[in-house]
């Protein structure tokens, strides 16, 4: 049987009241893989007309928000984290570069944080990846991407604080 909004809310939901840390997340990143493999659910979620970031679900009890992202071209973000909260990337068709970096200065007085390279890798359909608080990462698509991903809690709602890289990622 495949997957609905509903019922992947539904089992998020029951899995994060019940484990609401790192351990209940990676259930639900696991959860999202086996999402991201029901083409019906991939279709209906993330269209063409899908913007760049869509609510599909937003948790009226636990905060959590289900998005759907549909990226047309080539797009990449600065170094960040995701605040006070964490975000699970869910990779449906294209590929994302990613990149991992260690803080090295927290973001004070109105000035950026600083961070330094730590490792690359790729997201491919059907990879999800768990960003628990502070992890700090940032994207790279080279062409058309479409994903789910999870925050936490709406990020549009909270403050976040910019990050700059001292050291650059490899190529």
């Keep these: 049987m495949g997957h609905t909004i509903e019922s992947f809310a539904a089992s998020c939901h029951q899995i994060l009241s019940s484990e609401p840390g790192p351990t209940g997340r990676t259930k639900v990143c696991a959860l999202l893989q086996d999402v991201l493999k029901d083409?019906?659910?991939?279709?209906?979620?993330?269209?063409?007309?899908?913007?760049?970031?869509?609510?599909?679900?937003e948790d009226p009890d636990l905060g959590f928000t289900i998005l759907a992202h549909v990226h047309q071209g080539a797009k990449g973000s600065a170094p960040h984290d995701h605040g006070p909260t964490w975000a699970i990337y869910g990779?449906?068709?294209?590929?994302?570069?990613?990149?991992?970096?260690?803080?090295?200065e927290r973001p004070a007085d109105g000035k950026?944080?600083?961070?330094k390279f730590n490792r690359n890798y790729s997201l491919k359909p059907g990879d999800a990846y768990l960003y628990n608080e502070g992890a700090?990462?940032?994207p790279r698509r080279?062409?058309?991407t479409r994903l789910i991903r999870i925050e936490g809690v709406n990020v549009t709602k909270i403050r976040r604080f910019p990050y700059e890289a001292v050291e650059t990622a490899a190529a």
């Design 91 to 104: 990779q449906a068709s294209g590929e994302t570069m990613m990149t991992d970096w260690d803080c090295i």
């Design 136 to 138: 700090l990462h940032s």
């Design 142 to 144: 080279d062409g058309a």
């Design 112 to 115: 950026p944080g600083k961070v």
């Design 39 to 57: 083409k019906d659910f991939v279709a209906k979620h993330l269209r063409d007309d899908t913007p760049e970031r869509d609510i599909l679900y």
